[in-house]
């Protein structure tokens, strides 16, 4: 065989193994952006978790101790942030 032969089944060689690192890489991709959506939905369940539960503990303090005039507009505010919070969070999921 001589060295143009040679050198072109050196070449064939190298772009196989390109083409499989490739495939491996776009695989690898696609499994990081399926990652990558599986955390955002949990990042999203969880801030909607830490919204309930901010709710249920101002609700909690609320029912435990006077407020002044203040505190009790604040609280509302608060609450009322909250139900727009959870009703956003519905319409959503409806989708």
Known sequence: MD?????????????QLLAKHQRQLQKEN???????????EQSRAFKQELGVMEMQNAMLKASQQHLTE?????MEKKLQHFIGEIDRCISMLSR
């Open 70 to 74: 203040k505190e009790k507009k604040e």
């Open 30 to 40: 696609q499994q990081l952006k399926e990652d990558i959506e599986i955390f955002k």
């Open 3 to 15: 060295t143009a032969e040679q050198h072109i089944k050196n070449l064939q060689q190298k772009i």
